[in-house]
C-alpha cells in the first residue's frame, strides 16, 4: 500500500512535496518491468479482466488496423492523440494476448517506437513551448516500453532507452533549468501534462539514467505541486470541465506511475482538492449531458480520469461515473479495476454544489434528467483567479491560457434545451489566440468575440472587456432546499472599489433569477446580455419568449419597471491572415506563408462539428439610467401568467433570506397540460436513483 494512501480530505497547506525521500528511493529501486502502474504479479489477473471485456478486446484490435504516422491533411493535435492513443492500444494488446493476435500486436508496437525513435523531434508544434504534444508522446512510449520490456531484445531497449532520453529527458531538464521559461510556473494543463510525461519517462528508464531521472522527478514535483494547488479547497478546476479530463489523465497517471514504481507519491496524492475533483465533473454537467463549458472548454467531455480516482480513494460516485465510460482509455479501467460497484438508487448526491477552488455555483432542481421530471439546471462562475494570497495582484504564471473574459457569465438548462449557452472557444489558430498580453489583459485574445466579455451572459460597461485576471469572488451561497443562490462581487472585474458591482443568481423551484447590484455611481453604458439558439416567438418590453421544438422559455424583466429587452445577432467574424505557419495550432503546417482563418460563425456546436449548428442570438437589455438594480426572471419551460417574484436586495440573499414559498395552486394552459401529456410517462433511468418516479409539478416560488 502506498505510504499516503490514507484516504483523508482535509485541506492542510504544505509548502511542497515531500523530497526528503526521493534520494532514498531512487537509490534503493531495483524493481524488475514492468512496474509502471502494474507490477508483473498482476499481468495473469489483467489478462483475464481485459479478455472478457468484449467492447475492449473489438477496440484494441481495430487499432491494429491503424495507419501509421499521422498524416498530414489532420490537424496536428487530433493525429497526435491518435498516434499516442494507438501506441497504448498495441502494447495493451500484445500484453494481454497470446498466439497470432500478440504477434501483430507487438509487431506494431514495434514498428510505431521504431518510428518515434528515429523522429527528429517528438515536440510537433513550435508554437508550443511547453511539453505537451511531447509528453502525451512520451508517455505512451514509456508505457510500451515497460509492459513489454521482456519481449525487446537488449538492442531495441537500448534504442528505446536512448530515444526517451533525448527526445524527453535531455530537453527536459535544459528547459526546468531554463529561468526564462514561463510553462513550468504555470499552472494549467499544459503544465501538468508536461509534468505527467516528463515524470513517466524518467520513471520508466529510472534504472539505466538513475541521475537525471532523479532530477527530473524532482524537478516535475515541484512544478506539480504548484498545479495542483489550483485544486484546493474543493477540486475545481479553472479551465472548464474538457480540460479538467486532459489534465486529470495526467495526474492521475503521474501519481499512479509514482504509486507503483516509488511506491510514495511525495505527497501529491494528498492535495487538498485532489481526492474530491471528481465533485467538480458531476456537478458541472447539465441535465442533457452538455456541460458548462465556460473559458476554452467544450460542452462534451469524458469521464475517464475517474477509474483511477475511484480506484485510489475508493469514491462510490466516482466508480459510478467512471463504469459508464467505453471510449480509448477503457485498457485503464482494467488496471485500476480495485473501485467500488455502488447501485445508482444508493448514492446521494446534492443537488446544489459551489466550488470556492473555482469561484463556480451549480444547482439543479432533480438529479432526474426525464424532461417529465422538468429538470432545470443553472451553472454560474466569478472570476478566474482564487485561492490563497486573494488579495494579491495575480502573477504572470497564475493566468490559466484557456481563461476567457467570462465573470458574472452563466448557463441555463431546462426542457430537453440549454437556453443559456457559453459560446466555448474559438479556433486556437486565430492570430495571437493565445496571447494574454504582458499585462494578462491587453493581447490579442480579447478581440475575439468568443473570449470577450461580449460574448458571454454578463454584464457588458462602456462596450469593454472585463479585467480577465480579476478576483471576481463569491461572497455568499446556499445550496439547501428548493432555494439556491450564490452572490458574487464583479467589481474587480470592471476596474471597480470592492462591493460596487454584485451579482446574484437563483434557483427557486423551477424559476431563476439573475439579479444585479450597481452600489456606487457609474457614468458609463451597461448592457446585461445573454446568448441563446432558440428561436424567438416575442420580445417586447419586459417579455421575452422563446421555442425549440416544442419547448418554451420565457425571460421577463422584474425591476426596473423602465427596462426592456432587444434582440439582434452578434457581430459577424471577422477574416485574418496567416502571417507566420509556425504559430498554428491545429493545421498542418505547409510551406512557406499565406492563407487565412477566419473567427467561427455564430452558431452553436453540432454533433460532428464546431459552429454548424442553429444561429446564436443576443439578447440584451440596456440598463436605464440612474438605476442601482435589475432582476431579471428566467423561466425554462414554465408558464408566467401567474409570476409573483418580488425583488429583495442581494444583502437580504447574504442574510438566508432571499426567497419565501408559497404554497398556491399552479396554473397550467391548456398548451402546456397537453404539450407535456405528449411526451408521456418516462420509465428511464436516473443519474443517482434506479428508477424515476414522477411527483406533482412543483409549486411556484415566490420571492418576498
Excluded at 98 to 121: I, N, V, Y
Excluded at 136 to 149: G, K, M, Q, R, T
Amino acid at each position: 500500500m502506498p505510504l499516503d494512501s490514507a484516504r483523508t480530505f482535509r485541506f492542510v497547506e504544505a509548502s511542497g512535496p515531500d523530497l526528503k525521500f526521493l534520494e532514498t528511493a531512487v537509490a534503493r529501486f531495483n524493481a524488475s518491468h514492468p512496474y509502471l502502474l502494474f507490477s508483473g504479479r498482476a499481468v495473469s489477473w489483467i489478462r483475464a479482466r481485459a479478455n472478457s471485456h468484449s467492447k475492449l478486446i473489438t477496440r484494441l484490435k481495430a487499432s491494429l488496423c491503424e495507419k501509421g504516422p499521422a498524416s498530414t491533411k489532420q490537424e496536428l493535435r487530433a493525429g497526435i492523440k491518435r498516434q499516442s492513443r494507438c501506441l497504448i492500444h498495441t502494447a495493451f494488446l500484445a500484453l494481454i494476448s497470446d498466439g497470432e493476435t500478440k504477434a501483430d500486436a507487438l509487431h506494431a508496437t514495434r514498428a510505431a517506437l521504431a518510428q518515434l525513435s528515429g523522429e527528429p523531434s517528438w515536440k510537433t508544434r513550435p508554437v508550443i513551448k511547453s511539453f505537451l504534444d511531447c509528453a502525451e508522446i512520451a508517455v505512451a512510449f514509456s508505457l510500451a516500453y515497460d509492459w513489454l520490456y521482456h519481449e525487446f531484445s537488449d538492442q531495441e531497449r537500448r534504442v528505446f532507452e536512448d530515444s526517451l532520453f533525448r527526445h524527453v529527458l535531455a530537453p527536459a531538464l535544459a528547459a526546468y533549468d531554463d529561468r526564462f521559461a514561463q510553462w513550468p510556473k504555470r499552472r494549467d494543463n499544459c503544465t501538468l501534462v508536461s509534468n505527467s510525461g516528463i515524470l513517466v519517462s524518467a520513471l520508466a528508464v529510472l534504472g539505466r539514467y538513475p541521475d537525471i531521472s532523479r532530477q527530473l522527478i524532482q524537478k516535475s514535483l515541484v512544478s506539480s505541486w504548484n498545479v495542483f494547488r489550483g485544486l484546493a479547497p474543493d477540486g475545481a478546476w479553472p479551465e472548464g470541465p474538457s480540460y479538467w479530463s486532459l489534465a486529470m489523465r495526467y495526474a492521475g497517471l503521474m501519481v499512479a506511475a509514482l504509486e507503483s514504481t516509488l511506491h510514495y507519491s511525495f505527497g501529491l496524492a494528498d492535495r487538498p482538492g485532489f481526492a474530491q475533483t471528481g465533485d467538480f465533473a458531476l456537478h458541472a454537467v447539465g441535465p442533457f449531458g452538455a456541460a458548462f463549458n465556460f473559458g476554452d472548454s467544450e460542452p462534451r467531455f469524458d469521464m475517464a480520469p475517474l477509474a483511477w480516482f475511484a480506484h485510489r480513494f475508493g469514491r462510490p460516485i466516482d466508480a459510478w461515473l467512471a463504469d459508464q465510460y467505453d471510449g480509448w482509455y477503457l485498457p485503464f479501467t482494467i488496471i485500476w479495476a480495485d473501485r467500488p460497484k455502488p447501485k445508482p438508487s444508493g448514492i446521494q448526491v446534492p443537488t446544489g454544489k459551489v466550488f470556492h477552488s473555482n469561484n463556480l455555483a451549480c444547482f439543479r432542481n432533480t438529479w432526474s434528467s426525464d424532461p417529465a421530471a422538468y429538470p432545470v439546471y443553472l451553472a454560474i462562475k466569478g472570476g478566474n483567479v482564487s485561492g490563497p494570497g486573494a488579495g494579491s495582484p495575480p502573477l504572470p504564471e497564475d493566468v490559466f491560457l484557456h481563461n476567457q473574459a467570462d465573470a458574472g457569465s452563466f448557463i441555463l438548462d431546462g426542457a430537453r434545451q440549454r437556453w443559456i449557452i457559453d459560446l466555448g472557444s474559438d479556433d486556437y489558430d486565430l492570430p495571437g489566440y493565445f496571447d494574454h498580453g504582458a499585462d494578462n489583459r491587453s493581447g490579442s485574445r480579447w478581440r475575439y468575440y468568443r473570449t470577450q466579455t461580449a460574448g458571454h451572459n454578463t454584464l457588458v460597461i462602456d462596450d469593454g472587456n472585463q479585467i480577465p485576471d480579476a478576483r471576481a469572488p463569491m461572497v455568499g451561497n446556499c445550496v439547501d432546499g428548493d432555494c439556491k443562490w450564490a452572490v458574487f462581487d464583479l467589481s474587480a472585474a470592471y476596474g471597480k472599489p470592492a462591493g460596487s458591482i454584485w451579482r446574484g443568481a437563483a434557483l427557486i423551484g423551477r424559476q431563476v433569477v439573475i439579479q444585479d447590484e450597481v452600489r456606487t455611481e457609474l457614468s458609463g453604458k451597461i448592457v446585461w446580455a445573454v446568448h441563446t439558439s432558440a428561436e424567438p416567438i416575442l420580445v417586447a418590453g419586459s417579455v421575452a419568449r422563446f421555442r425549440s421544438g416544442d419547448d418554451r422559455f420565457v425571460l421577463r424583466i422584474l425591476e426596473p419597471a423602465a427596462a426592456c429587452f432587444e434582440i439582434g445577432f452578434p457581430p459577424e467574424p471577422q477574416v485574418f491572415p496567416i502571417a507566420d505557419v509556425r504559430q498554428l495550432h491545429g493545421r498542418p503546417l505547409f510551406d512557406g506563408n499565406g492563407g487565412q482563418v477566419a473567427e467561427l460563425p455564430r452558431r452553436v456546436d453540432d454533433e460532428d462539428r464546431r459552429a454548424a449548428g442553429p444561429l446564436i442570438r443576443r439578447l440584451q437589455i440596456a440598463w436605464p439610467k440612474g438605476t442601482r438594480r435589475l432582476t431579471v426572471a428566467l423561466l425554462p419551460d414554465c408558464d408566467d401568467d401567474d409570476l409573483v417574484l418580488p425583488v429583495t436586495s442581494l444583502d437580504d440573499w447574504l442574510a438566508r433570506r432571499p426567497v419565501r414559498l408559497a404554497s398556491y395552486s399552479r396554473r397550467v394552459s391548456w398548451i402546456t397540460a397537453a404539450r407535456h401529456a405528449a411526451r408521456g410517462a418516462s420509465t428511464g433511468f436516473a443519474p443517482f436513483h434506479s428508477r424515476f418516479v414522477r411527483k406533482p409539478a412543483p409549486k411556484r416560488a415566490v420571492l418576498r
